[in-house]
């Protein structure tokens, strides 16, 4: 949940919301939507705390190189 003084207009719990607004559709009809549908919620996504930003998404897609983040430090 994306929270960030004076950020832009995706800036708060909207996208994560849409995610679960998109299951609850198909929950509540009663019918199976043509793909997997799955919602995910990562924190300090662009945060560069450790020189690498998008960690968390990037290692959940399959997109992280692990020896690019294995020796980054705080």
Do not use: C, I, K, Q
């Not at 949940?1 to 909207?14: E, H, I, R, T």
């Not at 919602?39 to 705390?49: I, N």
């Amino acid at each position: 949940l994306d929270s960030v003084p004076n950020g832009g207009w995706l800036d708060g719990p909207l996208g994560v919301l849409a995610g679960v607004e998109a299951l609850r559709r198909y929950t509540r009809s009663g019918t199976t939507p043509p793909v997997t549908l799955a919602v995910a919620d990562f924190a300090d996504e662009e945060g560069a705390r450790f020189s690498r930003s998008l960690l968390g998404s990037s290692g959940a897609s399959g997109s992280l190189v692990p020896d690019t983040a294995r020796h980054l430090m705080d």
